[in-house]
């Protein structure tokens, strides 16, 4: 690239950050502060961006970082090629952002709620979180809502998609996970490129999250390797639903009519039980394989179990899509984007209906 188109795409890619921070502050959500950090962030992020091609040819560059982009450029490929994915500039290039997390996110909820506190933006709508590129303001943010009552939770994000206002990279903190994870988040952010219904996050990350698995099983089989760890994908399921079974009993209880001292107790020995419950299907079933340990045995609160159920949620519904369209991803496509466009009351109808499929 020589400096002259260099200097036109810097100056591309500066304009659409503007422009986004604009439609940003048009918003009237949160503070000028907190979007000001966020369009710093992702400036920084865009600037340590390096084409993957010319890594791949610096002998200088570390063997093992080359493999893992040599591997990401592959997978970057086949997203295209097989599974109709937007073939443009995204996760062709490379950014070293030198931390473990591109973003922290903060979800809250209120003492006695499993609701989350939604944050509302004009380009993706209202999520149920916000993004930090600083951990320590993501902190800080976290103990300002704790001082007003509520539970929160911090969790560290290795990608995340633009929805193609840019060229997103392969970050450093995608690299960390095993070679069967780092292709399933290039096909899960991908997705969201290709298709982004605003205001339904569950839609949307459900939606993803289907393209991310089909993906992985066709780049699996294309590749002549086994399913990537069935067993992981068992326990992840049985986890996932322990937890909304007790999302669920949490929400039954703070519908009920208890004064708030006994509902704290009550909301205490919830978690528990989710803890008991836990360490019994691990040592009956999973052999004493502490998978989640970590997150079990931290600090629980109610929005701490928001994230799950998002991920997942439709699922089954994308896939018997998938099986309508004669697992032909264009035409999948199609009906996903037919179905994006219903409104929200007849979208959730028919994915319950799907679902129950």
């Excluded at 929400?251 to 020995?269: I, N, T």
Aim: hydrophobic share 40%.
């Amino acid at each position: 690239m020589t400096f002259s188109s260099f200097s036109l795409a810097v100056d591309r890619w500066r304009r659409r950050a503007v422009a986004l921070c604009a439609a940003l502050l048009l918003g009237g959500c949160g503070t000028l502060d907190y979007y000001g950090h966020l369009a710093v962030g992702h400036v920084q992020l865009l600037q340590a961006r390096q084409p993957i091609a010319g890594l791949l040819d610096d002998p200088s560059v570390d063997v093992r970082l080359r493999e893992r982009l040599a591997l990401a450029r592959r997978a970057r490929s086949f997203a295209s090629g097989e599974l109709g994915l937007p073939d443009n500039g995204s996760y062709r290039l490379y950014a070293d952002i030198q931390r473990p997390y591109v973003v922290w996110n903060l979800f809250a909820t209120p003492e006695f709620a499993v609701t989350p506190e939604l944050h509302c933006f004009p380009v993706a709508g209202c999520v149920a979180y916000r993004g930090f590129y600083s951990q320590t303001r993501a902190r800080g943010a976290a103990a300002l809502l704790k001082q007003q009552g509520l539970d929160t939770y911090l969790g560290g994000v290795e990608a995340y998609s633009t929805l193609g206002w840019f060229d997103d990279p392969i970050l450093n903190t995608m690299l960390r996970w095993s070679d069967e994870r780092l292709v399933a988040l290039i096909f899960h952010e991908l997705a969201h490129q290709q298709l982004y219904v605003k205001d339904d996050s569950a839609f949307n990350e459900s939606f993803a999250t289907f393209v991310e698995r089909e993906g992985l099983r066709q780049w699996q089989l294309h590749h002549g390797k086994p399913a990537a760890d069935p067993e992981g994908d068992r326990q992840r399921q049985q986890f996932t639903a322990l937890v909304l079974a007790s999302r669920t009993r949490l929400q039954q209880l703070y519908a009920s009519e208890r004064d708030a001292a006994s509902m704290r107790v009550a909301k205490q020995a919830e978690f528990d039980r989710l803890r008991t419950e836990y360490r019994q299907l691990r040592d009956r079933e999973w052999g004493g394989v502490g998978r989640y340990d970590g997150w079990i045995e931290a600090p629980l609160n109610n929005a701490k179990l928001l994230p799950f159920g998002l991920y997942d949620r439709w699922v089954p519904a994308f896939a018997v899509l998938f099986r309508q369209a004669g697992a032909d991803w264009a035409r999948f496509y199609a009906q996903v984007e037919a179905l994006g466009a219903l409104p929200a009351a007849e979208r959730e109808q028919t994915l319950q209906r799907l679902n129950s499929e």
